[in-house]
T-cell receptor
Framework: DGGITQSPKYLFRKEGQNVTLSCEQN?????MYWYRQDPGQGLRLIYY???????QKGDIAEGYSVSREKKESFPLTVTSAQKNPTAFYLC??????????????FGSGTQLSVL | GESVGLHLPTLSVQEGDNSIINCAYS??????FIWYKQESGKGPQFIID?????DKRQGQRVTVLLNKTVKHLSLQIAATQPGDSAVYFC??????????????FGKGTHLIIQP
């Protein structure tokens, strides 16, 4: 089955530690996205990538970093500079970022908590 | 920037009744709208979408209505079932610039089904 796989489901971060969230898709999509979701809130865009080896900052990129070395993979690193990292992180993709009338496909999310 | 919002954070309906979830958007340039359903601890699932050149679109048990004059979007769920309990998000995208940075999401409405 085609889809987006996020791992791990739950992740705990210690003070000063960087952690990396995995996102893999086998949908052959060019565009991939990372969103952050806080309780009772909508989704806020962290980073997005339109194509391999390219990515742009979203609305709340500070304290996060990404890479896009392969089409299938778009890992997100939450750095120690992110002072409030506890949230539910969602990865999404779509065929082509420039097609506005196309839905996003989402992964099942990673819940990050601070120890 | 402009954002998509919702009128009510929580909606409680009786099983078997019809549900109507509302969404107000402020960006008059938005061309594409979409509804997602999110169950607790999971990623959002696509329900239905509509382009700005349409007023109504129907799916299985769901109908989306778009009123561009007052910038209002609604999702109607017929014969609500227990499995419909979830948070429902509306989202928008613009045609200008291709909307490469994905969708803009509202805060969501929590739909609760009473037995």
């Amino acid at each position: 089955d085609g889809g987006i796989t996020q791992s791990p489901k739950y992740l705990f971060r210690k003070e000063g530690q960087n952690v990396t969230l995995s996102c893999e898709q086998n949908l052959n999509h060019d565009a991939m996205y990372w969103y952050r979701q806080d309780p009772g809130q909508g989704l806020r865009l962290i980073y997005y990538s339109q194509i391999v080896n390219d990515f742009q900052k979203g609305d709340i990129a500070e304290g996060y970093s990404v890479s896009r070395e392969k089409k299938e993979s778009f890992p997100l690193t939450v750095t120690s500079a992110q002072k409030n990292p506890t949230a539910f992180y969602l990865c999404a993709s779509k065929t082509d970022s420039l097609r506005f009338n196309e839905k996003l496909f989402f992964g099942s999310g990673t819940q990050l908590s601070v120890l | 920037g402009e954002s998509v919002g919702l009128h009510l954070p929580t909606l409680s309906v009786q099983e078997g009744d019809n549900s109507i979830i509302n969404c107000a958007y402020s960006n008059s340039a938005s061309d594409y709208f979409i509804w997602y359903k999110q169950e607790s601890g999971k990623g959002p699932q696509f329900i239905i979408d509509i382009r700005s050149n349409m007023d109504k679109r129907q799916g299985q048990r769901v109908t989306v209505l778009l009123n561009k004059t007052v910038k209002h979007l609604s999702l109607q769920i017929a014969a609500t079932q227990p499995g419909d309990s979830a948070v429902y998000f509306c989202a928008e995208n613009m045609n200008s610039g291709g909307g490469a940075d994905g969708l803009t999401f509202g805060k969501g409405t929590h739909l609760i089904i009473q037995p």
